[in-house]
């Protein structure tokens, strides 16, 4: 049991984005997993946001450095710099994680070496204890899903780096299934498509951009959006504008929900039968950034025949889980917590009654 002075928190530490649960308060922190580090002395210039803003931008004596790669530290100086950063915001002036535990998100399949070097990060700044949780098991646990009791329950989990697919049961990862390939590797792809097709170089912030207005992946059989976009011409080599629409981008993400519905094939081929049956019944639960894509609930559900769930705050809930990580390891997560869960899914102040129950 926590002492009074212990704090908790669940760390979702994604490639692309890293967001902070402070147990009691909610989610305290989500900012971009991206460092701007000065080349000649290693200075870090800015973290998070500000290092977002100058992606693009830099001039030729800085770098931005994404210090995760595929949901696993590259790079631990500067991840442990970052976390620290991230977690001053957050508590002030106070010793950072100073009589804290940490439940950290780390993607399914991972070594347990990748998982110890998660866990010392944390550690190396002080943190009185880190444990390391798979992510499809932290989301489903964040979304409410009843995942301590003998129902399969499938988690379609697409962040910056992989998207994970798992069927949970009794508290555990039944079969799981990861790919890499998800929103990190849609900007990819619409910055090689504007390449070449129409000879223009676009950055990765206006391929993002590109991706959150008028990305979707159902078929443009209604109004087509489009946008107008800013680039440099390769051939002359001066900045011009051309118009994007939907239909394209649409297009372009045919291929990258053929390998999310493969993986869904592939993780059901392997799931015991009567787990398989409860799929169907209950569906699949789809979070990270990647279920913000426009129509992709849709076109899952009309592929697989499965319905599709999105979570109450994709983004969130892995984070939500991983802090609450603790009360469920010791059986005192129950029905009302799951509620609570919920309600601070849908942005609700709710107060911490888990620690008063026990």
Known sequence: MLKRFDMLYGIDLGTSNTVIYQQGKGIVLREPSVVAIRQDTGEIVAVGTEAQAMIGRTPGNLDIIYPLMDGVIANFDVTSAMLQHFVKKVQGRAPWFRSSQVYISVPCGITNVQKRAVEETVIHKGAKKAVAVEEPLAAALGAGLPVDEPIGSLVLDIGGGTSQVAVLSLGGIVVSHTVRRAGMSIDKDIIDYVKRTYNMAIGERTAEEIKIRIGSVLDPDGEKKGMDIRGRDLIDGLPRSLHLTSSEISSLMDDFLMTILEAIRVTLEKCPPELAGDVMDRGILLCGGGALLHGLDERIQKETGVPVHIADQP???????????????????????????????AGKAVEETVRSEA
């Not at 010791?330 to 919920?342: D, E, H, I, T, Y």
């Open 315 to 345: 983004m969130d809930c892995t984070a939500l889980g991983a802090g609450r990580m603790l009360d469920y390891q010791n059986g005192r997560l129950g029905k009302s917590s799951r509620v609570a869960l919920r309600e601070i899914a």
